[in-house]
């Protein structure tokens, strides 16, 4: 079944350390591609995404995603996490390039050790 | 306005009681999607609007579960004979075209059943 995974329910990692969120799909084609962070009691806000050429792509936050197509892989990487990362992480898939709605994954929730 | 605007932020209601959740999109967005985010739990998603095409209803969980948008303004999703796994957040989002271009979430209107 076409799908979005993300394997990690629940990562903790300390302040100042790297952190890497793995999020797989299934679908056929190379989607569109996003990554999302909801705060606690806050909506989604998008970080970044991606469409097409430079497979590693840049967002806000100091984040970053590599787009790896034989691996049907999206992660999400920050080199240094700070304590105000904390907050659910979702990795979203637009399925085609005539998709009509978002497939969610089922979130990483981030903690951070001070 | 500046972003989409979802009324009210929190409702409380008895079980069998209806309720209308207010999504005012980003003005210009021909999109508009609706999500249910049930507390620890990842994006469900409800029904997407394409301008002034049928809308996609394929995620709406029951017949007491419908949602209306005229054109490309304000959409009302409404919840009729409340129960109380119909707690949680419903998210609106709306994007200027389909693909995930310009996609942008709310802050969702928060449900409780009780």
């Known amino acids: 079944a076409q799908s979005v995974t993300q394997p990690d329910i629940h990562i903790t990692v300390s302040e100042g350390a790297s952190l890497e969120l793995r999020c797989n799909y299934s679908y056929g084609a190379t989607p569109y591609l996003f990554w999302y962070v909801q705060s606690p009691g806050q909506g989604l806000q998008l970080l970044l995404k991606y469409f097409s050429g430079d497979t590693l792509v840049q967002g806000i936050k100091g984040f970053e995603a590599e787009f790896k197509r034989s691996q049907s892989s999206f992660n999400l990487r920050k080199p240094s996490v700070h304590w105000s990362d904390a907050a659910e992480y979702f990795c979203a898939v637009v399925p085609d390039n005539y998709g009509q709605n978002f497939v969610f994954g089922p979130g990483t929730r981030l903690s951070v050790l001070p | 306005g500046a972003g989409v605007s979802q009324s009210p932020s929190n409702k409380v209601t008895e079980k069998g009681k209806d309720v209308e959740l207010r999504c005012d999109p980003i003005?210009?967005?021909?999109?508009l999607y609706w999500y249910r985010q049930r507390l620890g739990q990842g994006l469900e998603f409800l029904i997407y609007f394409q301008g002034n095409s049928a809308p996609d209803k394929s995620g709406l969980p029951s017949d007491r579960f419908s949602a209306e948008r005229t054109g490309e303004s304000v959409s009302t999703l409404t919840i009729q004979r409340t129960q109380q796994e119909d707690s949680a957040v419903y998210l609106c989002?709306?994007?200027?075209?389909?693909?995930?271009?310009?996609?942008?979430f709310g802050s969702g209107t928060r449900l409780t059943v009780v």
């Open positions: 989002a709306s994007s200027s075209s389909t693909g995930g271009y310009g996609y942008t």
């Open positions: 003005s210009g967005h021909t999109a």
